[in-house]
Every structure is written in C-alpha cells, then in structure tokens.
C-alpha cells in the first residue's frame, strides 16, 4: 500500500512541476506579464460604446507592464456612475491599475502611486457593495489579470537561516522585513478578499482564469518575507479552497509539494507555518473514517516537518494539525506515534521540549482509545528518560513534569512492568547527581510516584542500581591503583 501511494505521490509531484514549467514559460519574468503576452488570460475582443474603451499609444515602464503615454489622471469615482456605464467604469480602473509603480525610489512615480492607491481604494468599496457587477463574465478576465499584474513579481533573494539560533532560542521578529510596496499590495489582496467572499461571486465564470497555473504562482508568494503578505495570502488560499470545489485535490497536492520542497532544503521556511495553520482548518472538514489519501499526507508529509532545524517557526502550528487528526480519529495514534518518536532529536537542546510538548499534546486527544495497546509506549519511555538525564536543566524540567503529570501515568499504568526499568536508571542518576536542585526534586518525586505504583518492583530496581554503582566505584578504584603503579615505575 506504502509503495502505491509513493508511485501516485511521485505522479503527483511530476504533474505539478510541469504546471510549474509551464507557468514559468508563461509567466517569464513576473513583471512582464502584460494584455497582450499573457497564456492564462484569454484575449477578448474590447467592449465598445463606452467612453472608457478608447484606444490609447502605450508602451512599457521598466517593470514591463503595459502603462499610458499621457499623464495618469483621476478617473471618476465609480459610485458616481450611473447603472449602465459601471461595469465599463470599473473595467476602466482596473486597467488603470495595470501600472505597477517603483516603490524602490521614493520620489518616483509619485503622481501614480497616489491616482492608484485612490483607483484600488475606490475599487475595494464599489465591489463591498456593488456584488452585481461579478454577474458579468466579462468583468472576470479584467479582474484576474489585475490580481496577477500586481501580485506575481520577483521577490527578494531568500536569506539564509541560522540553525544554531532556531535551536537554542525562541524566535522573534525583531525587525520583520516589510515591502516597500505593500501600500499598494495591501489594497489588492483586500480586492481579491472582497471578490473571493462576495455571495455574487461565480466559480464557473472564474474558472477559466482561477485554475492551476494561477493558485499555483500563489503559492510561490509564501516566500516573501513579509509577514503580512504571508496572512492575507492565506486567507486568500482558503477561500479559494472553500470557494473552487474542483481546484481542492490541486490545492492539497500543491501545499504538499512546498512542504516537502521545504524539507529537502530547496525553499525556505517562509510560509510554511501560515499553510500550516490553513491546513488545520481544511482537516477539521475531513469526513470519518479518514481517507487513505489524507492519512498519507499525514504520514509522509506532515512528519517529515519534524526534522527541519527550523522546526521552532512553525513547530505551533504543526502541532495544531496533527493534533486535528486525532480529534477526527483517535486511532490514529499508534501509526503517528511510531513514525514521529524516531524523528526525536539526538543531541538534547531546546528542540526537544518542542517534541515534548506535542507528545503531550497528542496524548490530550486521545479519550476513548484503548491503552493496552500502546507499543510506541517503551520507545516513548526511552526518550523521555534520555531527556530527563539531559545536562540543560530546561529539558529536563521539562520532561520530568511530563512524566510527573497525570496523563502520562494514565498511560504508564497499564504497561508499569515495562516502563518503570526504562525510566529508573535515568531518575536514580539524576536525582543524585544533576546540578539543578529542581531537576533533583522533580525527580524524586517522579521516583516516589514509581515506588507506588509497585514498591517490590522499585526495590527490586534499587539493589541492582546500587549493586552497579558499587561494581563501578570498585572498578575505577583498581583502575586508579594500576595507574599509581605504572606511574612509579617510571
């Protein structure tokens, strides 16, 4: 079955870099898309009879988006229009809004950046209350080719990330990286929000230029650094999700590929927690029993983000959908258990207490579950103890007041004759030797608990600790007594 679905998730991932091939042939550039270059968008005779539809010499800025030889100017507010001359008036300033303006140099295009942040904040207001106009097919190929005018550009280079730093601290943005542009990109994404949720709009009339190619030159938008790009765009992407019944397998296939792009290193973290956060939502809807299709995603997927360095950026969000799984099946637990326990870090760092914290999470959700047969338990117990034996007093801490609560002995009981030697060696070490006076707290009263729960087994488990620190002790004596001698030899 595993290799089925590795066969159809590779047919998959072909299929969308030849979506990605075909959209960067037709797309060249970004910023060169124009009326007349565009393969998305269909080329429609003009609408005539109208004031607006005069031709007009143009010629390309240095962006290469097709703008007007004569000075921009004020178009009329489009609530002043009458009924009959608005669909001509809108389609009239979206053109307007073609010109993609050089926010790199201030006193540049000045007069534009002003006619059109007033264009797309006219706009935005006609359509929040003007929905009949998304009755017209024709105002579609205006609108999206808009949207892709003023969206799809050249981001900034991708900067590296330093692993030592997600690792060992919490990240925060102190300086967050804005672009320059957003006066302008803000209002677009609030047209596309406004289209996308207005109860008029038309999936079929969309369809034909909101398909594949164009979701997926969205998606590549979850690499720009900034922040508030990143959360419009979701929003963006889960309405379309909620709105293109037909483009929902596509979206899910597309998210993964950046996921397991991400993982492989050949793109950066950015957006990742955002298409975390929109998924969470999407597999709140997953109807029980979980498909075939959505628990590979879960498996192969959703896990592997686990192994990144950059785990801390989107590790909440992670969490968030795989504890979503389990509140749609419980008995998902076992398969995700024994595919996420391997992925523990090895060297012991801040990075554990994030997988400590979604253990615990995970073993929240499950209710109703049987508890007998939890054979991912000995390997948890392991790692748990690995942790608690951790020289970063944090890890520790944190570890032992996971094994000190009551959802883990709620698992442990059942299983005491298993777990309790794997957690021993561990808590007799640390309780006697860790620096951190919490630490050694924390795990005599974790020992006091064991004790409890089988006091013959505890005692047992004492001698035999006792009996090798005293084969140890004896050991290292001869050891020290030899070295005495060959030093006085020589």
């Not at 809807?285 to 950026?313: D, M, N, T, W």
């Amino acid at each position: 079955m595993e290799s089925t679905f590795i066969g159809e998730f590779r047919t998959d991932l072909h299929e969308i870099s030849l979506i990605s091939a075909r959209t960067e042939k037709s797309w060249s550039g970004h910023n060169k898309l124009t009326r007349k270059s565009s393969t998305a968008f269909h080329k429609k005779p003009r609408r005539q009879g109208s004031a607006y539809s005069t031709n007009r010499k143009s010629e390309c800025d240095s962006s290469g988006v097709e703008v007007s030889n004569e000075d921009v100017e004020h178009l009329p507010p489009l609530l002043f229009e009458t009924s009959d001359m608005r669909e001509a008036a809108l389609s009239a300033k979206l053109k307007q809004c073609f010109r993609v303006c050089n926010f790199n140099e201030v006193n540049k295009d000045t007069k534009s950046k002003e006619v059109k942040r007033v264009a797309l904040n006219d706009i935005c207001d006609f359509l929040s209350w003007h929905f009949d106009s998304l009755d017209h097919s024709e105002i579609y190929e205006d609108l999206f080719q808009f949207f892709a005018v003023n969206l799809f550009r050249d981001l900034p280079p991708v900067k590296e990330v330093c692993p030592l730093e997600l690792i060992l601290v919490e990240v925060e943005e102190d300086d967050p990286i804005k672009d320059v542009a957003w006066p302008h990109l803000q209002l677009v994404y609030a047209i596309f929000l406004t289209v996308i949720q207005s109860p008029k709009f038309d999936p079929e009339l969309a369809s034909e230029y909101l398909n594949e190619e164009f979701v997926f030159k969205l998606l590549q938008l979850f690499e720009s650094y900034d922040s508030r790009e990143r959360e419009l765009l979701q929003s963006v992407i889960y309405n379309i999700y909620l709105k293109m019944i037909y483009l929902r397998a596509c979206i899910r296939k597309q998210i993964a590929h950046v996921f397991l792009m991400f993982v492989e290193g050949n793109r950066s973290p950015n957006g990742v927690a955002e298409l975390l956060d929109m998924m969470s939502s999407v597999i709140c809807g997953f109807a029980v029993p979980i498909k075939q299709e959505h628990q590979q995603f879960l498996h192969h997927v959703l896990i592997p983000l686990h192994r990144p360095r950059s785990l801390p950026l989107y590790h909440e969000s992670l969490t968030l959908c795989m504890t979503q799984f389990l509140e749609r099946d419980e008995s998902l637990v076992d398969e995700m258990m024994n595919r996420l326990l391997p992925l523990w870090p090895r060297i012991q760092t801040a990075k554990s207490i994030k997988f400590i914290n979604e253990v615990e999470s995970i073993l929240e959700k499950v209710h109703n579950y049987d508890k007998e047969n939890q054979a991912w338990l000995c390997l948890l117990a392991r790692k748990v103890a690995s942790c608690i034996q951790s020289d970063h007093s944090l890890v520790a801490e944190r570890a032992l007041t996971f094994a000190n609560g009551q959802l883990f002995f709620d698992f442990l009981k059942p299983h005491a004759l298993r777990i309790i030697p794997l957690l021993f060696p561990a808590l007799y070490h640390t309780s006697r030797t860790h620096w951190s006076a919490t630490v050694t707290s924390l795990a005599f009263k974790l020992l006091t608990h064991l004790m409890s729960l089988n006091s013959e087994l505890f005692d047992y488990l004492v001698d035999i600790q006792s009996g090798n620190e005293l084969k140890l002790t004896e050991q290292n004596h001869a050891e020290f007594i030899l070295d005495q001698h060959i030093h006085s030899i020589y």
